[in-house]
Structure formats: structure tokens, C-alpha cells
């Protein structure tokens, strides 16, 4: 119980410290991006890159905003590591996709690239093609932020509570705040099935 009502209590803080301004930010960008009919690319490795594939289906049915995930295609992805290496995988994505001004960069990222100690190079060098191409990114980190909190034009870090929650409360947050835009009056395009179901 005690390890229950610590992971708990460390949700909670989270909630009560997220950057409201942040995210109204990025509200802005993505209502921009939907009105002048720009694509947004989410990108994220390991238990970020399963919640890009599940936000990809939200940003598209509930928004209509046009989405992609670069790892939800396996044999493209494979075949760019195999042939180019890692490091590049996504920037050669955003460059085949013909990434521009309209468009769209979201991360989700617990580190959110680090430059230093060589981490998560894929995602800065990503963050770097798109300022090049003058595209907009919105980041969703955890607390250090990273290279993502550097450049990003909108970044919601998810709060410190303790050494042994920094993944986890990042990545379920990551969660909470994707749901929370794609539920956004300013954002939403129509109604998901229980909540049509509950207000006929």
C-alpha cells in the first residue's frame, strides 16, 4: 500500500504543477495547424512511440488533422536504420514527407534529446530539420525538458516528484495531456462515442 499511495499522491502532484500556459500554447499552434490544413509528425521512441501511434488516431478521427508517426511504419523505419542509421531516422522521415512551414513537430520524450551524453539524437536531429524548414514543435517531456524544452515553440515538461517516477508519470502524462488537446473545444471536430452516447 505504501508504494500505491506514493505513485498516487505523485499523480496528483503532477496534475497540480503542470504548466497550464504551456499547454494553452500549444492549443494555439495545433488550431493554426488545423485551420491551414498542415500535417503533424509525432515522434517518440520506446513507450513514447506506442502513445504517438495511439495519438496519431485521435489528432486524425477526433481533430481531423492530418497525422503521422514515423515508427508506426516498421519496414520503412527498419530499412532507414539498417541503411542510414538510427541517429537520422526521423529527419530523413520529416525530409521525405516534405516537412514545411504549415506543418507540425510534436515529441513525446522522457529526456527530450540530449545532446551531452548523446541521447535521443534522433529526436534533435529531427528538432533541428524542422527549425531549418521554419516548422512549428510542440514537445511533451519530462521535467529536464532536454534539447525538445530548447527549441520547441510549446513544451509541457512533466513535473520532478522522485528519481524512481520519472518515466512512468512522463509517459502516462503524455497521455493525459494528448487527450486533454484532443478534447479541446477549439480543436475537437466531433464527438467520441460514449460521450455522443451519453448526451442523446
Not at 506514493?6 to 496534475?15: E, M, N, S, T
Not at 477526433?62 to 511504419?73: H, L, R, S
Not at 525538458?145 to 513544451?155: I, K, M, Q, R, S
Not at 512522463?170 to 493525459?176: D, K, L, P, R, W
Request: charged share 25%; glycine share 8%.
Amino acid at each position: 500500500m505504501e508504494f500505491i499511495d506514493f505513485y498516487l499522491d505523485g499523480v496528483i502532484k503532477v496534475v497540480n504543477q503542470l504548466n497550464i500556459n504551456e499547454i494553452e500554447k500549444a492549443v494555439r499552434i495545433l488550431k493554426e495547424l488545423k485551420n491551414t490544413k498542415g500535417r503533424l509528425f509525432i515522434l517518440g521512441v520506446g513507450g513514447s512511440a506506442a502513445n504517438a501511434s495511439h495519438a496519431v488516431n485521435d489528432f486524425r478521427k477526433i481533430n481531423g488533422i492530418e497525422t503521422y508517426a514515423p515508427t508506426d511504419n516498421v519496414s520503412e523505419l527498419s530499412a532507414r536504420i539498417n541503411d542510414e542509421g538510427w541517429d537520422g531516422v526521423f529527419k530523413s522521415y520529416l525530409e521525405t514527407s516534405n516537412l514545411n512551414e504549415k506543418d507540425c513537430v510534436l515529441v513525446f520524450s522522457v529526456g527530450g534529446g540530449d545532446k551531452e551524453n548523446n541521447i535521443s539524437v534522433n529526436i534533435i536531429k529531427a528538432l533541428e530539420f524542422a527549425k531549418s524548414r521554419n516548422t512549428k514543435s510542440v514537445g511533451i517531456v519530462g521535467y529536464k525538458g532536454g534539447y525538445t524544452a530548447e527549441v520547441a515553440d510549446a513544451c509541457i515538461k512533466i513535473p520532478y516528484i522522485s528519481d524512481d517516477t520519472i518515466t512512468p508519470l512522463t509517459e502516462s502524462f503524455q497521455a493525459v495531456v494528448w487527450h486533454l488537446l484532443v478534447s479541446h473545444p477549439e480543436l475537437k471536430a466531433c464527438k467520441t462515442k460514449w460521450e455522443e452516447v451519453v448526451t442523446r
